[in-house]
């Protein structure tokens, strides 16, 4: 018998990886700004929004 739809949990995780991946887009110039900043000086810049960018992508990674 073939599945009617989707299970709860992958609707909630499908939804999950979306809102993760639309915030990697939208506070995308935070991240480009301290790579910029890193390759022209060779420091790195600690910002929290640049810490969740990193920490989101690797949850979408894991999740994905």
């Known amino acids: 018998m073939k599945p009617t739809g ?3 949990a992958q ?3 499908h939804w999950t990886v ?4 639309a915030l990697q887009f939208i506070f995308n110039d935070y991240i480009k700004e301290a790579w ?3 390759v022209k ?3 790195f810049q600690f910002n929290l929004l640049i810490a969740g960018h990193v920490v989101g992508g690797i949850v979408i990674l ?3």
Not at 18 to 21: A, E
């Open 6 to 8: 989707f299970s709860r």
């Open 11 to 13: 609707i909630i995780l």
């Open 18 to 21: 979306f809102v993760l991946v």
């Open 36 to 38: 910029y900043a890193y």
């Open 41 to 43: 000086t060779g420091e």
């Open 62 to 64: 894991l999740l994905v």
